[in-house]
């Protein structure tokens, strides 16, 4: 049973880091693409940043394009999402997802696993 644990959120000031850790287990993990999603208060979840299940290929939402780092560590079975020159409207619950696929897109209907979040709160 493949299960997602995202961690590493928490409470920054504007212009701040983050790095957060979307730790998988049940799967190897190369054999996934995995995307990040955050969901803001009263939006939709919203894909920011995806990377193929090598590693190779990334893409990201326009809105994070330079400040967002997507990587991964498959020895590990773990995926990163840095968080550099954080905004407040950055501030969301972001969400890891998988898919047992080469790579996917930064439609949540691409994905079919999920974890629970873990909250970003950007403020002074």
């Known amino acids: 049973q493949l299960q997602l644990v995202e961690s590493g959120g928490g409470l920054v000031q504007p212009g701040g880091s983050l790095r957060l850790s979307c730790a998988a287990s049940?799967?190897?993990?190369?054999?996934?693409?995995i995307g990040w999603f955050r969901q803001a208060p009263g939006k939709g979840r919203e894909g920011i940043a995806c990377?193929?299940?090598?590693?190779?290929?990334?893409k990201y939402a326009d809105s994070v394009n330079g400040r967002f780092t997507i990587s991964r560590d498959n020895a590990n079975n773990t995926v990163y999402l840095q968080i550099d020159s954080l905004k407040p409207e950055d501030t969301g619950l972001y969400y890891c997802?998988?898919?047992?696929?080469?790579?996917?897109?930064?439609?949540?209907?691409?994905?079919?696993?999920w974890g629970q979040g873990t909250q970003v709160t950007v403020s002074s």
């Open positions: 049940g799967i190897a993990l190369e054999l996934y693409a």
């Open positions: 990377i193929s299940g090598s590693g190779v290929t990334t």
């Open positions: 997802a998988a898919d047992y696929a080469t790579f996917r897109g930064l439609s949540r209907h691409e994905y079919r696993y």
